[in-house]
């Protein structure tokens, strides 16, 4: 799924949506919450201090994290310890809160992004939470979806629009979600339910993504092409199947609204299969 027009398609996005958020935090009320927990300044922050350690990853598996705390965690991370490990550390590992100066931090951490990768090749893999091998490019794709994620959020506090293009989502889907079930994803899924030993087999097809399918079986997640003994077939918006993953709208409201479309010889597997394959 890597290719020439979908690497220069999510540096374009990471720059875009980065400048984006970082004109909308200069002028949001800092303090305003933007989560049950962060202030819209925490949040700032905290997607600041994730595009940091990435301008690390990408140098190398063993280049230093510019967070204090963070080099120890990175390999025990999971998705259901990060918000208490990783986001606690990188949460009082950064601890600026003025906004112009986390704007400025945001822009500069992408901006060295793009340089230090402008001639990499974007299937070349990097070390990632929990043991997991990404490709650069689903790196670049993961940091796109936090931003805009935490965006919402941050817009939503301060009562102003904020665009989430299905293009930009799309790029995430393909580029992380695939490539993360392609390349390994380690140890980042361990700490829930186990594997069913039966093969579980879900295909994912939306009008901004190609098809392809994920697949469970003893203890292993693979990235398989769309076949025609798959157990269940999700027709997707992306927009909507992220904010159903990551726990921001709930899976009946994203059905009622069309944005997903279930079926298949066993559309029940469904559930254990996102049971296990989940993210924070």
């Known amino acids: 799924m890597i290719t020439p027009e979908n690497w220069a398609a999510v540096r ?8 984006r958020f970082a004109t909308m935090v200069l002028e949001a009320p800092p303090d305003a919450m ?5 202030t819209i300044m925490d949040t700032a922050a905290h997607v600041a201090s994730l595009a940091m350690v990435d301008t690390a990853l990408v140098v190398s598996d063993d280049e230093p994290v510019p967070v204090l705390g963070t080099d120890a965690l990175l390999k025990s ?27 400025a931090c945001l822009g500069d951490a992408i901006g060295q992004m793009l340089e ?27 940091l796109v979806n936090e931003v805009l994620l935490h965006g919402r959020d941050v817009a939503a506090a301060a009562g102003v629009p904020w665009n989430v293009p299905q293009e930009y989502i799309g790029l995430f889907v393909e580029l992380f979600m695939f490539e993360i079930a392609r390349n390994g994803v380690g140890n980042v899924l361990d700490g829930g339910k186990p594997i069913p030993s039966r093969r579980i087999a879900v295909e994912f097809r939306s009008a901004y993504t190609r098809p ?33 993953l990551f ?18 010889r066993r559309p029940w597997l469904l559930f254990p299969f996102l049971e296990r394959v989940r993210l924070p």
């Not at 374009?12 to 400048?19: E, F, L, S």
């Open 77 to 103: 991370t999971t998705v259901y310890n990060i918000n208490d490990g990783l986001n606690e550390t990188l949460f009082h590992g950064y601890p600026e809160r003025r906004p112009r100066e986390v704007a």
């Open 212 to 244: 392809f399918t994920i697949a469970l079986q003893d203890d292993e997640i693979r990235a398989e092409e769309p076949s025609r003994d798959n157990d269940v077939r999700v027709y997707f918006q992306p927009v909507a199947l992220d904010l159903v």
């Open 12 to 19: 374009t996005a990471i720059k875009d949506v980065g400048d």
């Open 34 to 38: 933007a989560t049950a927990d962060w």
């Open 247 to 264: 726990h921001r709208i709930s899976r009946m409201h994203a059905a009622a609204t069309g944005g997903l479309r279930v079926w298949g």
């Open 116 to 142: 230090l990768t402008a001639d990499a090749d974007p299937e070349r893999t990097v070390g990632w939470l929990g043991g997991s091998r990404l490709p650069l490019a689903g790196l670049f794709a993961h």
